[in-house]
């Protein structure tokens, strides 16, 4: 049984400042000894389907501020498991509508130069399912996840939801926890949602043997 700390999407390079050593203090509070990165661990704004903004980076600029920032985490939590994100594979959704083969991209632990991070879509730790969030919504996404697969979810993906809520029958407890994430709203990035009323919730999440589950909020301010 496994004490898991889910780190919620960063967007490297547009993570917020102060979410890694506040997802560390967390590690520590709670003893973890597992850590799983919910996805989008990366932003590749610059490789998108949509318009960039005019004062972002390159992409080879954006890379190596990713990678610098996504070296501090792996230095943090030199063992974890990723579940890809919608914003991780940009890279190979792109190289896939000029017909790229997948055997010319190289993975992601290589890329981003983690070799002890489990990347993948999903996992499956103490019968608690972990993944990114494509595909769900609303206002308790991870709740309807867990609803749909009767089973307990965790997940990213909607960084304006943050929370744990359960579900019960007569025979069995589960629950379903959006993790809120770790960016930075201000952020070039991000200048898509500057007139949304809707904020960032920033926190993580522990999972304790597979039944305990806790939100953890980062104070802003």
């Known amino acids: 049984m496994s004490r898991v700390l889910a780190i919620g999407d960063i967007h490297e390079p547009v993570c917020r400042k102060g979410y890694l050593e506040f997802c560390q203090e967390i590690y520590k509070q ?10 989008d661990v990366v932003d590749w704004h610059a490789i998108s389907f949509h318009a960039q903004h005019p004062e972002a980076p390159s992409s ?59 990347w993948t879509f999903d996992t499956i730790v103490d019968d608690v ?3 990114h ?23 990213g993906h909607i960084h304006s939801t943050a929370g744990v809520k359960y579900l019960a029958n007569p025979n069995k407890l589960w629950f379903g926890m959006d993790t809120g994430c770790g960016i930075d709203d201000k952020q070039f990035a991000f200048a898509y949602g500057k007139h949304t009323k809707k904020r960032s919730i920033l926190g993580c999440g522990v999972v304790l043997d597979g039944t305990y589950a806790y939100w953890e909020p980062m104070m802003l301010g």
Not at 87 to 108: K, M
Not at 136 to 145: E, K, Q, T
Request: glycine share 8%; aromatic share 16%.
């Open 30 to 39: 709670w003893n973890c000894d597992k850590v799983v990165f919910i996805g």
């Open 60 to 118: 080879g600029n954006e890379y190596q501020l990713a990678l610098d920032g996504v070296q501090k985490w792996r230095k943090a939590f030199p063992v974890a498991d990723v579940c890809i994100g919608n914003h991780d594979e940009r890279v190979i959704r792109l190289a896939e509508t000029v017909n790229i083969p997948a055997r010319f991209i190289r993975n992601y632990s290589d890329i981003w130069e983690t070799p002890y991070w489990n």
């Open 129 to 131: 399912y972990y993944f």
């Open 133 to 155: 969030g494509v595909g769900y919504g609303g206002l308790h996404p991870a709740f309807n996840a867990a609803r749909q697969m009767s089973m307990s979810v965790v997940m």
